[in-house]
């Protein structure tokens, strides 16, 4: 008994064609490895046993020979091993072979299967973090307690939707209500005056907890001295409790943000800064970074009068 050299098909000696794939054989093949006869049927069954315990590219090795002369059953087990590899693209370039070979080769499942799982691979790899250069790794703390930090950094974000534009205000010392205005007006006297100068009232989309919630009287109350300050009508639209998630700076500024800074280690003030301000995409949207060294206190009362 021989071996198709194109399929990979049992036929006979004798036989001038295959009866699998009907290739037209003169004469077969010998396959040689280093001087060495080798039949094929022995170097698939020898890759198999090392596809089976993981070794995938010794097995791609055993299987060069066999790959050279588009042998079917040795391109679905390199496709076989290149998935293990994580090579999707090579593992599809074989199936891609198998199907051309044998058009009635039942291989478009595993073809879907493969176009997936290099998607998938795609985006995984895309949104990983970053390599840092061989030898040389920034040095981090294993864990993130806060009193293992040098400092502190706290962004207050303010989004333009219509002109797609944004304004991060980098805290050093507590998040409070006091701040959170503080960081509109920035917002207002570095683009808000600029971008809209015949305007008379503000809208204010914000979450309904936290600095800005609407049961915080100091938010109110620097609201009130804001819009006395500017002066503008002060409108504050909350979202309600569970709902946050659909807030648009969210989606439209502060996830491109957590995408350019991913895999940096935020080792200071400055690289927050730098990070957050050349945070840029497609569609144009620029942000700022303002630093804001002041402290704000916190437990800061007011009454009803």
Excluded at 45 to 59: F, I, P, T, V
Excluded at 107 to 125: D, F, N, P
Excluded at 205 to 224: F, H, I, T, V
Excluded at 246 to 262: D, L, P, T
């Amino acid at each position: 008994m021989a071996f198709c050299p194109k399929c990979g098909g049992k036929i006979p000696k004798e036989s001038s064609f295959c009866i699998h794939c009907g290739a037209d054989i003169k004469e077969l093949i010998d396959y040689r490895l280093e001087g060495e006869e080798i039949k094929i049927e022995e170097v698939l069954k020898e890759a198999r046993q090392k596809y089976k315990s993981g070794k995938y590219l010794e097995a791609l090795k055993n299987l060069e020979p066999l790959l050279e002369s588009d042998d079917m059953t040795a391109l679905l087990l390199a496709s076989s091993c290149y998935e293990g590899l994580e090579q999707y693209e090579k593992a599809l370039n074989c199936i891609d072979k198998v199907s051309i070979l044998d058009r009635d080769s039942k291989v478009s499942y595993q073809k879907s299967y493969l176009l997936y799982e290099l998607k998938r691979y795609k985006e995984a790899r895309d949104v990983a973090g970053k390599w840092m250069p061989k030898g040389s790794p920034k040095e981090v703390n294993v864990y993130d307690f806060p009193s293992l930090s040098e400092g502190k950094a706290v962004p207050y974000g303010i989004c333009d939707i219509q002109k797609n534009k944004g304004l991060v205000n980098v805290g050093i010392s507590h998040d409070t209500a006091e701040f959170a205005v503080e960081s509109i007006r920035k917002w207002w006297f570095h683009f808000g005056y600029k971008q809209y100068p015949k305007a008379d009232k503000i809208l204010i989309c914000a979450d309904g907890g936290e600095s800005n919630g609407y049961r915080n009287r100091l938010w109110k109350y620097n609201l009130q001295k804001l819009s006395d300050e500017l002066p503008l009508s002060v409108t504050v639209c909350h979202y309600l409790p569970g709902t946050s998630k659909w807030n648009k700076i969210e989606h439209r500024m502060f996830s491109f943000i957590s995408m350019n800074w991913r895999g940096e280690p935020l080792m200071n003030l400055e690289t927050v800064i730098n990070l957050i301000g050349s945070t840029k995409t497609k569609t144009g949207l620029k942000i700022q970074a303002l630093l804001d060294t002041e402290s704000y206190k916190t437990g800061i009362k007011i009454s009803d009068k």
